[in-house]
């Protein structure tokens, strides 16, 4: 399978380019992380850091979550892979983690967060509260931050990738 990246409209209203921002940088994820073996995909950047492509995916898969479930449609969507014991959770791999599991989970949130968001205008608050900071957001700032998380992720991606197999690419 090759993942197709869609660069976003450069004349677009805003919400179809925050929209196609978030969605190339899904879209790079999944990219950085195809053709890979499970294996490589648990492959820790160096240690002590468990930093790692599989890692990555299941912590965006959390986020999406957390943002788009729990936050803008105040669902009760417990966390998938951290914990108030393990709140790094999604990052300890053991070998039962697998591509087809953590990936079949992200592109679900993805699916459930683009379901929500259909749901709200740019300007619309939140009907759930962050849970550390109580704090109600607009859809805008949701979008902004999403795009803002998966770009610094993308970056880690990117090193990860090289890492493993010499692969580079924007």
């Not at 790079?28 to 240690?47: F, I, N, V």
């Not at 459930?112 to 607009?138: C, M, P, Q, V, W």
């Amino acid at each position: 399978m090759t993942t197709e990246r869609s660069m976003p409209a450069t004349t677009a209203d805003e919400r179809t380019m925050l929209e196609g921002w978030l969605e190339f940088h899904r879209q790079t994820l999944a990219w950085k992380c195809e053709g890979l073996s499970d294996e490589q995909l648990r492959t820790a950047s160096a240690p002590p850091s468990e930093l790692s492509l599989l890692g990555l995916v299941r912590h965006m898969a959390d986020v999406e979550r957390s943002w788009f479930r729990r936050v803008l449609a105040n669902e009760d969507a417990p966390p998938l892979y951290f914990s108030d014991d393990d709140l790094d959770g999604e990052f300890h791999l053991t070998e039962a983690d697998t591509w087809a599991e953590a990936g079949s989970t992200w592109q679900g949130e993805i699916e459930a967060a683009r379901a929500n968001a259909a749901r709200f205008g740019l300007g619309d608050i939140s009907e759930g509260k962050h849970r550390r900071t109580g704090e109600r957001y607009n859809l805008r700032w949701i979008y902004t931050h999403m795009i803002e998380e998966y770009a610094r992720h993308n970056g880690h991606a990117d090193l990860l990738r090289e890492r493993i197999d010499g692969v580079t690419g924007d």
